[in-house]
Structure formats: structure tokens, C-alpha cells
């Protein structure tokens, strides 16, 4: 069953003398108690996404336009009110960074109390006791002794605090996560340990959750579905076994080719040459036409339509899905 689906999400950065266009007509949904993984180079629209779903932009980022259903109901039509109710409880968030952004003088017990505290309207002794019991059953969930509640930030190594991160985006029990690099600044030990735990909690609650990553690998091993972003468009989307091995965008099949370990230890490593483009000024057409080797007079001109291609889940922009890019 679809949890959420976003439609057509355009989200520009308009700045003084120039308009970022981060996110443009992007669609993609994600299912109940599924991972979507959402992938694309440093700059493409990835956060930008997430703070557009979460509707957390910073000033200057506005939605142009679009539809982000949460089971039926647009995020984008509530009110500041209505959506501050619904952050934590029926979705929520770990973004980028979040484990170094933790206040130094507060237990992390305390600060995870006060996400929950903020969701209840009364503020009474009952409430806080309750939500202290949370806590500690969170931090049980994470795999974090309870009897850390009361410790400091500092006296958590990195793994700890992304899982107390992780703890507090589920201590209201969200029907769905968006994760934005979990475990890009921890070491491979630790971000295996935590790629298992989101697998654990995603079963336990049949959480939906969107993994975004910079790392194609990590998407190989823990998702079921994959979407592909190149600057600011959705350029693919599949289940996880047709996009590694069927994928049929140049740029999916250039980023494949640039980890070493997704298509095991024979193949070659093939960095894509050349940059993203500056998305004040995008290419015209298909934006990743001057990177593409296969690209042709069409490409430059017209604007790939996203479309079904090799199933009604497989969804691919490009005129010449498919072809050889060798
Ligand atoms: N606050 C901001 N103001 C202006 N431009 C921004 C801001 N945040 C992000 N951008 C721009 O939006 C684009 C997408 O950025 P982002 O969503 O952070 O990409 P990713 O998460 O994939 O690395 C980039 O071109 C970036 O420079
Ligand atoms: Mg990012």
C-alpha cells in the first residue's frame, strides 16, 4: 500500500539576483513498511526534497508546486498548526548532520523528552513522567541502555548518538522516516549496525522510510525501492533489483559504475567525468545531456518526459532509455 506520494514537486531557492531551482516536477511514492532509497550526487536535490516533504525550508526555499499525500492527505494544504501536529507523530525526520546538533548542555534524555512533551498540549506532571517512560523505552528500541538518559551528549560516541537521533524521530511513532545520510560520518562497523537497527524498527512498526545517501552501496544493501536524482529532477525510479541490473538511464548505469562494490570486485571503476551543472542556470532539455554520452540533438532541446518503462513501477526519463552507453 502507498504510504506517500509525491507529485510534481518543484521547490526553488529564490535568492537575490537568481533562482535556485533545487527540485523540479518530482514525483515518486514510497509503500507502508517499504525503504526507499534515494540517491544522486552531492547537490541534486536530495535535502531539498526532504525539508520540502517536512516542510522545514530555510526562508528562501519555497514550493512552487506539487502534492505530497501522506495516505491521502496533501502535507502541502495544512496549516503551520496542523503540520507542526503531524511532525513526529506521523512523520518525522533525521537530517543531515543531526547527531552534531545536539545542545551540549541538555541530557539527550531531556531533549528527546521535550520533542515529546512539545506534542502534548498540557504540560502537566503526568505528562512528563509519560514522556520520560518514552524515552526510555526508546532508547530500549535503539539498543541504548536506559540508564544513559541522563548522560551528555559528549559522553556518547557517534554510533550512540545517531542511535538517540533515531530514537527521537521514533519516539512518537511515526508512520514514516525520511533518514538523510544516516550513516555517511560513522565507520562501516557502526553504519552496519545501524543500517540493521532501521531494519529491525521498519519491521517491528511497518514504518515506511526514505533513506537519502550519496552512497549507491549503502542503497544496494538496505533498500527495496531506488530513486535516482540528477541535478534537481527524478531521472529513475524502480524496485531495487531493476535498478541495479536493469537500470536504464545513462546517468543510473554511470552512477552504478562509479561505486566499486556494487557490481562486485571485477568490474571496473568508472568515475562520471565532468560536474553537475549550477542549478541557477540549468542545462536545457534533459539536464544531464553535456555529461551524457549517448546524448543527441532531442536531448539538448526537449525535456524528457518521466515515464513508465520496463514495468508500471519503473519509471524512467530519458529519450534513449536503455541503449548502450559503453
Ligand atoms: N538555503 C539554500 N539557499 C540557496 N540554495 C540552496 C540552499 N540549500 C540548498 N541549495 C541549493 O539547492 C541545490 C540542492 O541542494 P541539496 O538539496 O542540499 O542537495 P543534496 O542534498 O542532494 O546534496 C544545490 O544547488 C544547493 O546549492
Ligand atoms: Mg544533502
Redesign the pocket.
Known amino acids: 500500500m502507498v504510504l506517500l506520494d509525491v507529485k510534481n514537486l518543484t521547490t526553488h531557492?529564490f535568492?537575490k539576483e537568481s533562482r535556485?531551482r533545487?527540485v523540479d516536477d518530482v514525483c515518486f511514492t514510497v509503500e507502508q513498511g517499504k525503504t526507499l532509497g534515494v540517491a544522486?550526487e552531492?547537490?541534486?536535490?536530495?535535502?531539498?526534497t526532504a525539508l520540502s516533504i517536512m516542510r522545514m525550508l530555510?526562508p528562501?526555499?519555497k514550493i512552487v508546486k506539487g502534492e505530497v499525500m501522506l495516505e491521502g492527505v496533501d502535507l502541502l494544504k495544512k496549516s503551520k498548526e496542523e503540520m507542526r501536529q503531524a511532525k513526529w507523530k506521523e512523520l518525522s525526520y533525521v537530517f543531515q548532520y543531526a547527531m552534531n546538533a545536539f545542545n551540549p548542555v541538555m541530557t539527550v534524555g531531556e531533549q528527546i523528552a521535550e520533542v515529546i512533551i512539545e506534542k502534548e498540549v498540557s504540560k502537566s506532571k503526568s505528562v512528563k513522567k509519560e514522556a520520560w517512560n518514552k524515552v526510555k523505552e526508546s532508547f530500549e528500541l535503539v539498543g541504548l541502555d536506559p540508564s544513559r538518559i541522563k548522560n551528555y551528549p559528549h559522553e556518547f560516541s557517534g554510533g550512540m548518538k545517531q542511535r538517540a537521533i533515531i530514537a527521537m524521530a521514533m519516539a512518537c511513532d511515526p508512520k514514516l522516516l525520511i533518514a538523510d545520510e544516516p550513516v555517511t560520518a560513522l565507520d562501516v562497523i557502526v553504519e552496519k549496525k545501524i543500517l540493521k537497527l532501521l531494519k529491525e524498527i521498519q519491521t517491528s512498526f511497518n514504518l515506511g522510510i526514505i533513506f537519502i545517501t550519496h552512497d549507491l552501496s549503502v542503497i544496494a544493501e538496505s533498500c527495496d525501492d531506488v530513486a535516482i536524482m540528477y541535478a534537481g529532477k527524478m531521472v529513475e525510479v524502480g524496485d531495487a533489483a531493476t535498478i541495479f541490473h536493469k537500470g536504464a538511464h545513462p546517468y543510473t548505469r554511470m552512477l552504478i559504475r562509479s561505486f566499486p562494490s556494487i557490481l562486485g570486485e571485477c568490474e571496473r571503476i568508472e568515475p562520471i567525468s565532468g560536474l553537475p551543472p549550477d542549478?541557477t542556470n540549468p542545462p536545457l532539455g534533459c539536464r544531464f545531456h553535456p555529461r551524457c554520452p549517448i546524448a543527441t540533438e532531442e536531448c539538448h532541446e526537449k525535456i524528457p518526459p518521466f515515464e513508465p518503462y520496463s514495468s508500471s513501477k519503473h519509471h524512467v526519463a530519458c529519450f534513449h532509455a536503455g541503449d548502450s552507453i559503453l
Open positions: 531557492f535568492l535556485v533545487a544522486g552531492s547537490g541534486c536535490g536530495k535535502t531539498t530555510p528562501a526555499g542549478l
